[in-house]
């Protein structure tokens, strides 16, 4: 009969509270002389020689560090964000429009931008062939870079994107008439969730069109902002990241050859119909986010 295996006494953490902060001061201070930053290894000898700790490891001083600074980052976002942000993510409409029955008269329509470096090839790839995968050469040439104006209703797969030179108001304007006038002529109201760009807002449309003519655009659309810091919850943005890795993971020369790779990308997913199935309910909201919420002691 083996015998048994003796438990390992508990180990003592070399940092509680207080070292930690002593840490993260010196992380915070300047680096040595001939040096620009504070490395992991010049950290751990740093405190060694403070006689913060008696000795540590670099992987110590990381895992420290790292639950420093996901913590402050966490508090960060919650203060500017404030309480408000999880009232409107749950009982505003940025979380009920996303539960709404499919209608054609009434369209749910995400809508997002984002820029595309353009960079073409200095010299010709060599093509993959038997035994051999395809080669790039490193170096690149930069040709500045565009604008993606992208619509997803995710209920119906149907997505549209446009390439442009810039992101202004009056290109911002344009997106909206075109939703109006061209995608959705025969809807009777159209709810577009966007999150909080400068440029997004009742003012652009003023400043690209007569007032007339904007105000007939605000009265056909429903704009339902994301809470601040809640980007996230446009659907655009997942439409954006299944873009890039299948259409926009390699290098783009120009705005024509961009053009031509999201259309043929778009036209692809539009006829299979492809839809985004949302699971992120209000419920999963108040968990999630509880921090965001006013606590009323009882």
Known sequence: MAPKKRPFPPVAPKFDGRKEAKLVAVACSQPPKGYERWSLRLLADRVVELKIVDAVSHETIRRVLQKRVETVAEEDVVHSAGPGCGVRLCDGKCSEVYHRPYDPKRPVVCFDEKSKQLVSEVRRPMAAKRGQA??????????????????????????????????????????????????????????????????????????????????????????????????????????????????????????????????????????????????????????KLHRLYPQIET
């Open 134 to 287: 395809a080669r790039y050469d490193y170096e690149y040439e930069r040709n500045g870079t565009a604008n993606l104006f992208v619509f997803v209703e995710p209920l119906k797969g149907w997505r549209q994107v446009t390439v442009t030179s810039r992101r202004c108001k009056t290109d911002f304007a344009g997106q909206m008439r075109a939703l109006v006038d061209l995608h959705y002529r025969r809807a009777e109201k159209i709810t577009v969730v966007m999150d909080n760009l400068n440029t997004h807002t009742v003012s652009s449309l003023y400043a690209a069109f007569p007032p007339a003519e904007a105000r007939r655009l605000m009265d056909k659309l429903d704009v339902v902002h994301t809470p601040k810091h809640g980007s996230w919850l446009n659907m655009a943005e997942i439409e954006f990241s299944v873009m890039e890795k299948q259409a926009l993971n390699g290098r783009v020369p120009d705005e024509k050859a961009l053009t031509k790779q999201v259309k043929a990308w778009e036209s692809n997913r539009n006829h299979r119909s492809k839809r985004i199935n949302w699971q992120f309910t209000t419920d999963d909201a108040r968990v």
